[in-house]
């Protein structure tokens, strides 16, 4: 921690406006802003001298469907030339947009992808913002946690038609009659009848 | 690059590559840097408010650089005094600064409300002793 205060009194002293709240665990520092500010802060971090965060790591997504944002996005930096790493993390909804960061580093490109493909927040002036994993024609976001385990649609091989089909999951089962009574109590009422007095 | 390997001694001096792809050697590097730190300094004090933490940021690390560049002739003695890479780099990392400036003109981060307080939450536990460390330099 000691070796980071000095860095991060001049984080915030540099740029109160886009950070709302600081975080340093196990000496990681994490860093919230708003969605707004997200590229803006990423462009502070890439091109400021003494900072340098050149590389983006990674870019995910996680969902809290709790919270009045459900989405936390973060964003993953890495600086080569100063041997340092930091989190930078943002609260969207469903409909809120995010600025693309993939111009200004391009391996978001398709980290974002990914985000929008899975959990459905929307990055705008992406320039190909496309699903990244689920197949053609796939309806949803798969790590939404409203999302069923088993999805919507299945696919199988239909001998028939000789292709594969997709169609809609079927999961009802045939009425079953559960009878509760357990088969030990008859028995049991049997074996502790008091045997009669001779 | 023949050229420079036989004539030997006569033109040691030059800078064969960067060793760093897409980095081309910048012969006359010294004059380029100083050219772009007095430009950083320009635009900053035209541009951002005094009071702002950025102007001072700045300002400070070019005024370094710069005088570093102005008291020392030799490319090895500006890299070895600034320590943060070689002189193309550092002409990289001046461009980057001098990019940067539109942005935070746009956006004023500097500028909160009367009494706005970033949180900081540090949290105090001890790291496992299995978990390997990143130290930040």
Not at chain 1, 52 to 74: G, M, N, T
Not at chain 2, 23 to 50: C, F, H, M, S, W
Not at chain 2, 79 to 94: M, S
């Amino acid at each position: 921690m000691a070796q980071n205060t000095a860095y991060i009194q001049s984080l915030i002293s540099i740029a109160p406006r886009w950070i709302t709240q600081l975080r340093v665990s196990k000496n990681e520092i994490v860093i919230y802003t708003k969605p707004e500010f997200v590229y803006a802060l990423l462009t502070f971090f890439k091109k400021h001298t003494s900072t340098q965060y050149k590389v983006l790591v990674d870019i995910c997504a996680v969902d809290y469907p709790s919270k009045e944002h459900r989405f936390e996005v973060v964003y993953n930096l890495l600086s080569v030339l100063y041997n340092s790493r930091i989190r930078i993390k943002t609260n969207v909804d469903e409909i809120t947009p995010i600025r693309s960061v993939s111009d200004l580093y391009p391996s978001a490109g398709w980290y974002e992808r990914e985000a929008w493909d899975l959990f459905g927040v929307y990055f705008s002036n992406h320039s190909d913002l496309r699903r990244i994993l689920t197949d053609y024609g796939f309806e949803g976001h798969p790590l939404r946690k409203d999302f069923p385990l088993s999805g919507y649609t299945e696919v199988r091989y239909d001998d028939s038609e000789k292709r594969v089909v997709s169609e809609k999951i079927e999961l009802s089962q045939e009425f079953r009659f559960f009878d509760c009574t357990s088969p030990w109590e008859d028995q049991a009422n049997q074996l502790f009848i008091k045997p009669k007095k001779v | 690059m023949f050229l420079r390997r036989f004539t030997g001694p006569l033109l040691s001096a030059a800078k064969e590559s960067t060793g760093i792809v897409g980095l081309d050697v910048v012969p006359n590097a010294r004059e380029v840097l100083i050219g772009l730190y007095d430009q950083t300094l320009k635009v900053v004090k035209d541009q951002i408010p005094e009071q702002a933490e950025y102007r001072r940021s700045v300002e400070r690390i070019t005024n370094y650089r710069l005088k570093v560049c102005q008291e020392e002739e030799e490319h090895d003695r500006i890299e070895q005094r600034i320590g943060c890479g070689q002189v193309e780099e550092l002409i990289e990392q001046a461009n980057d600064e001098l990019e940067l400036i539109p942005v935070m003109v746009e956006s004023k981060p500097w500028e909160v409300p009367e009494g706005y307080k970033v949180e900081i939450i540090e949290d105090t536990e001890p790291i496992p002793a299995h978990i390997p460390q990143h130290l930040s330099t």
